[in-house]
């Protein structure tokens, strides 16, 4: 597509609830990237796939959080018994590939709020 | 590991004061040095960016330049414009460890009044 489509762009959940973010990156963006923001904070890398590589997860948090990618194409991003901390808009990007100087191009975020 | 750290803000100027938002990290090698903006209610997008040391990245009439001496890559723009106002990060990646992933600094928030 033209750019890097997350859905839902807005999701509240009740603490405990599991949830699903989806994002769909650029066609022929090999490499795919997950980021949260939390309110007036900067950006906390999660996760990063890259063709058929083993994803980099050094980022995620906790085991409740995982990712998954088919081929190069959607990634999920799932948080398994929500809390209140995860809060936070999450973001996806894809870049052509993972050399230093690659530039990511950033979806719209889904904002996740946990009552 | 890598990390990048931007001057707190928020940052508050006149139309057509001059900007430096200050930005300095720590990587082995030669990383890539970026920085990204976010206008209100839009997506993170590439402001500019630059590949080797003493190079110059400019845009919209924003530049930086990466200073390996100084390990900097302060952002400066001559005159600013209420339009300006956003979020600024600045980010690396590549270095030593020569992946993609973009580490960033905490942000800093720019406000410019008429």
């Known amino acids: 597509g033209a750019g890097v489509s997350q859905s839902p762009s807005n999701k509240v959940t009740e603490k405990g609830k599991d949830v699903e973010l989806r994002c769909d990156p650029i066609s022929g963006h090999t490499a795919l990237y997950w980021y949260r923001q939390r309110l007036g904070q900067g950006l906390e890398f999660l996760i990063y796939?890259?063709?058929?590589?083993?994803?980099?997860k050094s980022g995620l948090p906790s085991d409740r959080f995982s990712a998954e990618r088919t081929g190069e194409s959607v990634s999920t991003l799932t948080i398994q018994r929500t809390q209140q901390e995860d809060s936070a808009v999450y973001l996806c990007?894809?870049?052509?590939?993972?050399?230093?100087?690659?530039?990511?191009?950033f979806g719209a975020g889904s904002r996740l709020t946990v009552l | 590991g890598n990390s990048v750290t931007q001057m707190e803000g928020p940052v508050t100027l006149s139309e057509e004061a001059f900007l430096t938002i200050n930005c300095t990290y720590t990587a082995t090698g030669y990383p890539s040095l970026f920085w990204y903006v976010q206008y209100p209610g839009e997506g993170l997008q590439l402001l500019l960016k630059a590949t080797k040391a003493d190079d110059k990245g400019s845009n919209k009439g924003f530049e930086a330049t990466y200073r390996k001496e100084t390990t900097s890559f302060h952002l400066e723009k001559g005159s600013v414009q209420v339009s300006d106002s956003a979020v600024y990060f600045c980010a690396l990646s590549g270095g030593s460890s020569n992946t993609g992933k973009l580490i960033f600094g905490q942000g800093t928030t720019l406000q410019v009044k008429p």
């Open positions: 990007a894809s870049s052509l590939d993972i050399s230093g100087a690659n530039v990511l191009t």
């Open positions: 796939f890259q063709g058929n590589s083993a994803p980099d």
